[in-house]
């Protein structure tokens, strides 16, 4: 997969949205793989690159915001987990509303995360976050 994202960057340029898709699934192999400090930067730069390419409301922004969330909790990382659900949130409720089911789920993930970032160092794991959603 890594010489595929190498081909997609030469062949199309690293600003093209399949090209970003594929960043965004390499870090899913390597997340897969429990390779986090490998999966993390590729996230991170793949949800940049969306929201400068795509815009902030694009669904694969949010996606793709809410997998880098994902391997922040996965890794403990709590502090910066909680401003990327925030974003989640608020791009939820500017396109769904503030009453749609995933909005009220998610703003729930939130309360839970944030209730954890306080009151553990060690932070959840994502069965716990699903199972008090």
Same mark, same amino acid.
């Given at each position: +997969?890594?010489?595929?994202l ?5 062949i199309?340029? =690293?600003?093209? =949205? ?6 965004n699934?390499l ?9 986090l ?5 590729l996230?991170?730069?793949?949800v940049?690159?969306?929201? !400068?390419?795509m815009? =902030?409301d694009?669904?694969r922004?949010a996606?793709c !915001? ?15 987990a909680v401003?990327?659900?925030?974003r989640?949130?608020s791009?939820l409720?500017r396109?769904?509303?503030s009453?749609?089911p995933?909005?009220? +789920?998610t703003r729930d993930?939130?309360?839970?995360t944030q209730q ?7 932070g959840p794991?994502?069965?716990?976050i699903?199972d008090?959603a």
């Amino acid at each position: +997969m890594r010489q595929s994202l190498l081909g997609l960057e030469r062949i199309l340029g =690293p600003d093209h =949205p399949q090209t970003i898709e594929c960043r965004n699934n390499l870090a899913w192999a390597y997340e897969s793989a429990g390779d986090l400090t490998r999966a993390i930067p590729l996230y991170e730069r793949a949800v940049a690159d969306f929201e !400068r390419v795509m815009g =902030p409301d694009h669904p694969r922004t949010a996606g793709c !915001r809410v997998n880098l969330v994902r391997v922040y909790v996965s890794s403990g990382d709590l502090a910066r987990a909680v401003p990327q659900l925030k974003r989640v949130v608020s791009h939820l409720e500017r396109v769904l509303g503030s009453d749609h089911p995933d909005t009220l +789920m998610t703003r729930d993930v939130l309360a839970t995360t944030q209730q954890w970032a306080v009151g553990s160092a060690a932070g959840p794991t994502l069965d716990e976050i699903a199972d008090s959603a």
